[in-house]
């Protein structure tokens, strides 16, 4: 039998690259992955663009208020009437606002007058108009507002409320307590929390028994009447501040147990994996182990629960402050605004006063948009 030999070829076998390693395949970081999942969501997307422009006008309150939030008027008056039609009909690119008046007719029914927008009496708009003047971030005079009259009248986007003020510009302005308030108390809890389950979870035995005993009665505490009965303590006559301070005290001591117990499982689980137990094996210390290899893992799930959480403080200030235990005048916040939603005659016959419940849900829908789209490109499977 005879037998065949191949030629041998010239060329050397080429080994296979893998694609991670060809140009512009190179490896790419957590953070990237992270983020590149993110973007594809489009309710994180458009909770995280709705967060910005918040945040945005909230710093620059004074300046996209449209109006002196202080400053009184006619009490419970109606929304502009907002047109792109001019005086003569023409279409314009900027709208008019045309004031709410009476028409001189009354209502068959209820004899009431009868109000509707005095298209005689137009109110030109524009941006970057002159104002009443106010110090923006308490530090800068001026006196020009984002948005407003051009001729200085007064204009009333969502009504006004009982003392006459703006409800928009109350709402803008109002927005840094609310938020001021939900971030400390986030910003607390999250800290108190996550050490607090970490140091729990790691150590074990003894001082873990201890740690959840404790986080179970901080967890057993009824929330609405341990606030009722802390507010009872705090004088009538006290300060804005000492009642901004109550309000961020309380909500901080009970809302971190919560996280803790979630930080602490996770914190169980990441113990028993193999490159922390060779950690242990080769001496590294207890500091070392929870900073480079238990806290990173941690971290994502505390950060979907950071904006998870941000939602819930701004619904629960608004609560107590819409039962009066959160913020005083002359201190502005959306909770301190729906207290003049408490009588139901007056919402029937002035609905426009209802209009900071709007920025709670927009708020509330943003961090919750932004948190489910965190959630889904941090952990996928």
Not at 4 to 15: F, G, M, N, Q
Not at 51 to 68: K, R
Not at 189 to 209: A, E, F, M
Request: proline share 8%; net charge neutral; hydrophobic share 50%.
């Amino acid at each position: 039998m005879s037998t065949v030999i191949l030629p041998e070829s010239s060329e050397p076998a080429t080994p296979e690259v893998p694609a991670a390693t060809l140009p512009g395949h190179g490896e790419e970081s957590y953070s990237r992955l992270v983020w590149r999942r993110f973007r594809r969501s489009v309710s994180g997307m458009t909770g995280l663009v709705l967060i910005v422009i918040l945040l945005v006008v909230t710093i620059f309150g004074d300046f996209f208020a449209p109006m002196n939030p202080k400053e009184p008027g006619l009490a419970f008056a109606p929304p502009d009437h907002i047109s792109f039609f001019g005086p003569e009909g023409g279409f314009a690119l900027i709208p008019y606002a045309y004031p709410i008046g009476e028409t001189g007719e009354f209502d068959p029914v209820t004899f009431q007058p009868i109000t509707g927008p005095e298209m005689d009496n137009p109110v030109p708009l524009g941006f970057f108009v002159e104002g009443s003047p106010y110090r923006l971030f308490g530090l800068i005079p001026m006196e020009r507002r984002f948005f407003g009259a051009r001729d200085g009248h007064p204009v009333h986007f969502l009504g006004t409320d009982k003392f006459g003020r703006d409800i928009l510009s109350r709402g803008i302005v109002g927005a840094r307590i609310s938020l001021a308030i939900a971030l400390t108390v986030v910003t607390i809890t999250t800290i108190v929390g996550t050490l607090v389950g970490i140091t729990s979870g790691y150590l074990g035995g003894r001082t873990d028994t201890w740690m959840q005993r404790f986080v179970e009665l901080v967890l057993a505490f009824p929330q609405l009447p341990l606030y009722l009965a802390l507010a009872s303590l705090i004088p009538a006559t006290a300060s804005s501040n000492v009642f901004l301070a109550f309000v961020v005290i309380v909500l901080a001591a009970l809302l971190w147990a919560q996280l803790s117990r979630e930080v602490r499982s996770k914190t169980l689980a990441l113990a028993r994996i193999d490159y922390v137990r060779a950690a242990m094996a080769v001496g590294a210390s207890d500091r070392r182990i929870i900073l480079r290899h238990i806290l990173p893992n941690v971290l994502s799930h505390v950060i979907v629960a950071v904006t998870l959480a941000i939602p819930t403080v701004v619904l629960l200030e608004s609560f107590l402050g819409f039962l009066g235990l959160a913020v005083k005048p002359p201190l502005i916040s959306w909770g301190l605004m729906l207290q003049d939603t408490s009588n139901f005659s007056v919402i029937g016959s002035y609905p426009w006063i209802l209009s900071p419940v709007v920025f709670v849900l927009i708020t509330v829908f943003a961090f919750n948009a932004l948190g489910d789209g965190l959630r889904d490109a941090i952990d996928p499977y």
